[in-house]
């Protein structure tokens, strides 16, 4: 355990002591605030609508769930998907290519410590990017009545569904000692699993269900629906589990052939 916060700790000032995490937070911010503005925007107009017609077709409902807040969190979903690149791709690339790697197969570190210190570091940067984005919902809160219990349960998905990136993006850049083609290979592998259900269509064979589940989108829109799944806690949770074992394989190959 002090093996990883050890590594921990290293990754954390390395990204934190340079300008890189800073950089991806606050364009992760300005985006996700954009979108935020932008459907506030959308949903006032909305609201202004209907209260005309209101007048002369009675009571028309709104919902700040459908025009709002559900949007919102597929938005950072997406942006996540686009960032999560950025965030692994150095983890095990950089260390590779600058030869650092090797003094850290010499430190007494299990590949198991080093491997949860650099993601746990990845998911702490997570962490840290969606944290000042709770703000917007007490923006909501503030006008008009906020439902945190679906909020938390879309930051929960939200946050698992990080985590698996990050567990894919370590996995990749153990593979590498080149970061673009770390991230590029993260990109495309995580893209895939996005877009999986979208060759479903309106199919419901056995093969369509199969890539339905396996879609990593399919399983974040119950989250921020207030709705926590089983099946879905056991999708995010397997996939972290299965890729950060592959990333484990990996490194364990690399000290072997070091």
Known sequence: MRGA??????????WFYSPIAYSIVAIFL???????????????????EMSRLSQFMGPQELSLDDQV???????????LLMMAPLITMR???????????????????????VLAGKYLAAVTVLFV???????YFGFI????????GQIGAGYLGL??????????????????????VAGAITFGALLIFWVMAWAVGR??????????????????????KGVIDTKDLVYYLSFIFLFLFFALRSLESNRWRG
């Not at 946050?159 to 673009?180: D, H, K, P």
Request: charged share 15%; no cysteine; proline share 4%.
């Open 91 to 113: 983890l095990f690339a950089e260390e590779k290519k600058t030869g650092s790697i090797e003094m850290l197969f010499t430190w007494p570190l299990t590949d198991r410590q």
């Open 30 to 48: 300005l985006v996700t605030g954009y979108f935020f503005y932008a459907g506030i925007a959308m949903y006032s107009v909305a609201s202004l």
């Open 159 to 180: 946050l698992l569904m990080g985590a698996s990136f990050m567990a894919l993006g370590v996995f990749v850049s153990t593979l590498t000692e080149n970061q673009v």
């Open 69 to 79: 807040i559900r949007p919102l969190f597929g938005d950072m979903g997406v942006i």
């Open 129 to 135: 990017m969606l944290a000042p984005t709770v703000s």
């Open 5 to 14: 916060l050890a590594v921990f700790t290293r990754e954390l000032r390395s």
């Open 203 to 224: 199919d419901t064979g056995a093969f369509a269900t199969v890539l339905q589940y396996l879609s990593i989108l399919e399983h974040l829109d119950p989250f921020t």
């Open 141 to 148: 809160a503030i006008n008009s009545q906020a439902p945190w």
